[in-house]
């Protein structure tokens, strides 16, 4: 048995529907496999900005550094989204990642055959996708300053600064490789090299690192051919590393791939004890969706994924992590779908929380087995 502590940050739109899918797997888990999780639910986004007057307090940050991961529903919507102000839902999830020092996020991107039908993609294209995009968290052009707006006698201006070290560089870089590793031995190096000055101190550092890893394929793109070979070729690619906006982007374009936004978990993590586990964040990909919030519309698989991504990668149990994986797999081969992905004839449309029951069940009837 093992003892952990979680903290619980739904947030806000339909970041709370789904996270109720992931607590029954969580709970499941708990008790099926016998460990204890000591969970604390914190407020975060759009929630706390109501309750406190800022997306993420000190207390909150605080509680994230204590425990052995936090798990992270989705911030924002549109009661809070003046541009113009200085408080921002989004502040919470950036803060939570720069305070815990998360520079690494890991967004895997698996084409169940089951689902081809329900990708925007032919089968021949999808056919052996299995792709991871680690993308760079806490630098580059979301936390570079300068960033700010100013009247001059031309109109209105506004400048944004994307900044990086060689050491930020490097570390990203190298997790990418040693992903690639316990892959296919693949790395996609992504950047905007023709033109961007940060991207061709990238290029010369991932060259060199690439030196550290013969073993290993090296490729490099530039990023807007990157995002065409993406939909064009996707099961060529095996581990693609980017810095943060170009991560941002390509991700959201791969969970197509997927059928949907609602299919991709993410793990966001930091520096690794020697047994390859640490403080880690895991959230969905997808965003709040206010125009379908509480309707029971939701996809909670992003959700409950990235519950599998936690088990691995900041608690170290990796058959729960499995356990919850195949479960997912299991009851999309058996035609489940949410109103998002239910593209092929034979799709069984459920709710949200039907989802989440059906995949609970998945796992419990695994383990008596
Ligand atoms: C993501 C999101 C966030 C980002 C937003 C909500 C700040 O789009 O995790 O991809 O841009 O990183
Ligand atoms: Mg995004």
Redesign the pocket.
Known sequence: MAFFNIALAPGDGIGPEVFEEALKVLHSIERLYSHEFSLKEVLVGGASIDETGVALTDEVLDTAIASNAVLFGA??GPKWDNPSASVRP?QA??GLRKGLGLFANLRPVRVNPIMFEDSALKREVLEGTDLVVVRELTGGV?FGRPQKRWTNSRGRQAVDTVRYSEKEFERILRVGFELARSRRKKVTSVDKANILETSRLWREIATEISEDYPDVEVEHLLVDACAMHLIRRPADFDVIVTE?LFG?IL??EASMLAGSMGMLP?ASLGRRRKNGTGLGLY?P?H?TAPDIVGQGLANPLAMILSVALMLRYSLGLESEAEAVEVAVEKVIADGYRTADIAGGVQSKVVSTSQMGSLVDEKIELARKK
């Open positions: 911030v924002g989004e999830i950036l979301y943060n941002d991700t959201d993410s959230e990909i965003g």
